[in-house]
């Protein structure tokens, strides 16, 4: 019914004036989307504000549990990953889609990486008995908090949503790579990738906020 | 007449047909309908409880069904009111329809997206009401913990549901403010657009911002109960007042975005129907920001006896009192706006006076229960109940009802029978103060909120309440009626019955698809009588 921009790489949705003008309406609603995501999050770093200020031991106790060079290790990957999708969204700017492919693939790569080390992160608090909420057992893992619960409960929803949002970061991703292997960028039309790399961007920089908040704060 | 469109048999409703133009339509007006019969269909669903709930409450002791039933019935009437009619009901439906065409735009920025939400908002719509075949919530639409995380009922479904319905939200009003900053016609300033558009515009900022802060506290309630992580559980070392905090964070700004938009219409039809300039455009507008901005650190005030401290009680007590200069600026704006206009009575008109007169009363009472020491006696008494249905029926549906029959001409291309529609507004408008005034002094007695039973001194201005219950159901159905028969049998409307101003009015009725056959240019304001 109405004319699909994505396929047409130059055109224009027929309610706006011109690509610029789409391109401009386009990142503004990107933007704001990105104003939710941190909002949501708030509400995570609200409660960890909150009970951190009245359970700074049972806290500490829980990030002592935290492999910190896993996280910091991690932090470094995630950072690396925006730089190559940074890069991803330059060439397809300048109209180089191999490049722009090739750094998107490994932004990919980077995500993968992250994802598998927050799974060997995951499965050895899962054999030690460091699970969130009711399932923690303080005596068989010997903590001193009878809450520490509550940690490991705050750790797994916020990590866990973080991480839920790589995997979507991901899917993102691959859908951009397989476009710009078919040539849907260019120097006039990467509102896609741009728009993704945003998300991506923020993604990082939550995990930025989780990284010392988790592991390092004791 | 009609003279906009070239061709005037062609219009949004007869270009395409089947129902797959309707289910996979991005224009905006035919997604605005989608959302009229969905939410017109909860407004049945959370009517019928209401009626049920007054029905109980005719005679003391178990008069209809059970206690039990009564909580779920309860819970579910303010569910289905809340998170399914009034918070999408005016920019879903109105606001999807008429945002695009009165700032001079063939759709909203984002066609798919606004598809999409609504799919998002059936998808949760219809999840929440699973729940009624599976183990039905008793919890109140509050969701309070640590009640809610200790009943055996569907929560985790319905707060899902919730959440999904947050999300629908969230994506409309993302819309709307990207519409709003870029698809303006050329010529046509922020202070160009009609006051509707400015309310619009409000409330998208509050959909976007304070939605996902409901999200996250509903996500965290589920996984309070599937994890047991214990913020919210005072057993673990929680806070369940945590919750309400979170959960009012929310939830009070949604009270703005249940009435902002509806002072938007207001504001149109104090206009339309006195033929006259609009009195303080600017401070109408402003202050729909003003409440927007306002509504955030306010929501205190509903924690006045939860144990939150007193100095966080006066402080909150003395913010939400801010909230009422924003709202009398735009009452006395309004009332002089029709002073010394050639005001005349259609229905719209008459809506728009009601809300008005009943916006007045349930504003008047806000600043009473926003002062601390009334609060204390008032909370959770029936006085409370009175004074939001006063805003949220008085006002909200109020002005539901005067946008129906104001825009209903160009929605469909047909007139409506103008006497019956006066009618609806008699019933609904006398039925409403015959339900709900005799809930303030219920609540004045002493009587509690939420209660399935009562002492036999309540029981006279109870059963007038209920008799007050069945003259609002009669009005929305002769409303439903007459709605149909003038889709059906209307005649055919002009494109501009009312000689309103906004850009709306210019285009044909109903409008053609892409809504201007030449995309207008804006050289007047929208209210230049």
Known sequence: ?218 | MGTASTNPNVNYLTEFSGIKSWLFSLDHKRIGLMYMIAILFFFLVGGIMAMLIRLELFSPGPTLFSADTYNQVLTYHGAIMVFMVIVPGIPAILGNFFLPLQIGAADVAFPRLNLASWYVFMFGAILAFTTLFTTKIDTGWTFYTPYSIKTGTAVITIVLAAFIMGMSSILTGLNFIVTTHKLRAPGMSMFDMPLFVWSLYSTAIIQVIATPVLGITLLLLVAERVLGIGIFDPKLGGDPVLFQHFFWFYSHPAVYIMILPAMGIISELISAFSRKTIFGYKAIAFSSLGIAAVSFIVWGHHMFVSGQSEIAGVIFSFITMLVGVPTAIKMFNWLATLYKGSVSFESPMLYALGFLFLFAIGGVTGIMLATLGVDVHFHDTYFVVAHFHYVMVGGTLMAIMGGFYYWFPKMFGKMYNEGLARLTFVLIFIGFNVTFFPQFILGAMGMPRRYFDYIPAYESLNKISTIGSWMIAAGFFLALYVIIRGIISGPKAPANPWGAKTLEWQTSSPPPHFNFDKKPTVTGGPYDY
Not at chain 1, 82 to 88: E, K, R, V, W
Not at chain 1, 108 to 120: D, Q
Not at chain 1, 173 to 182: F, H, N, P
Not at chain 1, 190 to 200: A, L
Request: with cysteine.
């Open chain 1, 1 to 218: 019914m109405t004319t699909n921009h994505s396929a047409t790489a130059h055109h224009h949705s027929h309610h706006f004036d011109s690509a610029q003008h789409e391109y401009e309406s386009d990142k503004e609603g990107i933007w704001l989307f990105m104003v939710t995501e941190i909002l949501m999050f708030g509400g995570l770093f609200v409660a960890y504000a909150i009970f951190h200020q009245i359970y700074p031991e049972m806290f500490a106790e829980g990030a002592k549990q935290l492999s910190w060079k896993m996280g910091f290790f991690n932090t470094l990957v995630l950072i690396a990953s925006s730089l190559t999708m940074a890069l991803g969204i330059y060439y397809n700017q300048i109209n180089k889609s191999n490049k722009a492919f090739w750094n998107l693939i490994a932004t990919l790569v980077l995500a993968g990486i992250f994802l598998v080390v927050k799974y060997f992160e995951y499965a050895s608090k899962f054999e030690t008995g460091f699970l969130p909420g009711k399932f923690l057992n303080p005596e068989t893992v010997g903590a001193t908090s009878q809450n520490l619960g509550m940690y490991f409960g705050l750790y797994f929803c916020m990590t866990g949503l973080h991480g839920l949002h790589v995997v979507i970061g991901m899917i993102l991703i691959s859908w951009l790579a397989y476009r710009t292997k078919r040539g849907d960028f260019n120097a006039n039309y990467y509102t896609p990738v741009e728009g993704v790399g945003i998300f991506w961007h923020i993604v990082d920089l939550i995990w930025i906020f989780l990284f010392p908040l988790l592991y390092l704060v004791g």
